[in-house]
């Protein structure tokens, strides 16, 4: 059988994108927010239903610039249950990240446990929405009024998500996407930031392009963090595709849920009321005990059937070797007890669902409970 990655790219036909990409022949106009660009973000800011969006060369620089734009200082609580981006952007701004343990049903912070760790060193809070679902966003904004404190969310696993009908982009001071081939809707590499005060849009301009305000004035220190404009065309083809993509994804977790939801040993990822979920990953807890088998040998099964699945999210990141030392993994203990647990399947719109059933069948053979 043919190699199955846990995921893969959205890509409209070579025909369309040559299309799309055939004009700058005659511009020339390469990058620094050229027209597709332009228009890309006119069509996002509507397609997410946000108030301002500022598009990224990828979605770490739109994490780290986020945080940047607030001119925040001390400390960030956050959740060590995320990719590498989200802890490394905080460092990489002379911040200190504090790690708050997550919830066990739906994976994101625990807003239970935030208030303890608030300090007068306390800035922001930098909530993760996990596998598109949400965070309990009202409960963050009543403590970040509470305590004078900005939120910046790393909605990278929601794009195009709502909650009670609002878009996932407009929840907290900032939010910011990742448009990484990997990823429900992509530019190849790219990102945004989503947010309310224009005033940060003005500074978001500068800080991901050197600083500068005009021909003839630089007044700031910033980096270089522009989408091109065969990233922005991209873009605009997957946009055109993307609901379509949203579909195919919905049938494939229905099938996987049917088969699997009644091993014992397994637990699988909940439905959150009033999301319109993007169906971005499925995870799946493995409870060894119970399953009679380990994440890792599950994992290691599929693997040898050409099927590669992911160890999503693991390790957590206050355990990487670049931190050690530093965070203690015990403060986070059930964010490390998932980390162990969890493996995300295959899944994106292209998958055969008969792929998902030889899938469903091999896990199945494996559970001591069949």
Not at 64 to 93: D, K
Request: charged share 25%.
């Amino acid at each position: 059988m043919e190699r199955i990655n846990v995921t893969r790219s959205l890509m409209p036909s070579l025909e369309e994108y040559v299309e799309e990409i055939s004009s700058m022949w005659e511009t020339h106009w390469l990058t620094n927010m050229g027209e597709k660009h332009q228009r890309l973000e006119k069509q996002l800011k509507e397609y997410l239903d946000v108030p301002n969006i500022t598009l990224m060369s990828n979605g770490h620089m739109a994490l780290e610039l986020a945080l940047q734009s607030f001119n925040l200082t001390g400390e960030v609580i956050t959740t060590p249950f995320t990719f590498a981006s989200t802890t490394h952007a905080i460092v990489r701004n002379n911040l200190q990240p504090v790690f708050c343990d997550i919830k066990e049903d739906d994976f994101t912070i625990d807003v239970e446990k935030i208030e303890s760790l608030i300090t007068d060193k306390t800035s922001a809070i930098l909530p993760v929405h996990v596998y598109g679902n949400i965070c309990q966003v009202d409960e963050i904004q009543r403590i970040a009024d509470k305590y004078g404190l900005k939120v910046i969310y790393d909605a990278a696993h929601t794009f195009g998500e709502t909650w009670k009908g609002k878009g996932i982009g407009t929840f907290g001071d900032a939010s910011t996407f990742s448009f990484h081939a990997t990823k429900v809707f992509n530019t190849i590499e790219g990102g945004a930031v989503c947010y309310h005060d224009e005033e940060i849009g003005a500074k978001l301009y500068k800080l991901k392009n050197f600083g500068i305000k005009n021909e003839e004035v630089v007044d700031g220190i910033g980096a270089n963090a522009k989408m091109n404009e065969f990233q922005a065309a991209m873009g605009i083809c997957n946009l055109r595709h993307v609901d379509e993509e949203i579909e195919k994804r919905r049938h494939l977790v229905e099938c996987y849920r049917e088969h699997l939801e009644h091993i014992p040993g397994i637990r699988l990822n909940v439905w959150q009321s009033d999301t319109k979920s993007n169906y971005a990953y499925f995870p799946v807890i493995f409870n060894e005990k119970e399953f009679g088998y380990t994440r890792d040998e599950v994992y290691e099964e599929l693997k040898k059937k050409n099927i590669y699945a992911r160890k999503y999210f693991y390790p957590i990141t206050n355990a990487f070797d670049c931190y050690q030392g530093i965070f203690d993994v015990n403060q986070t203990p059930i964010a490390q007890k998932l980390s162990k647990q969890v493996l995300t399947l295959p899944l994106y719109g292209d998958l055969d669902g008969t792929i998902v059933e030889r899938i469903a069948d091999i896990i199945y053979s494996m559970s001591k409970g069949k």
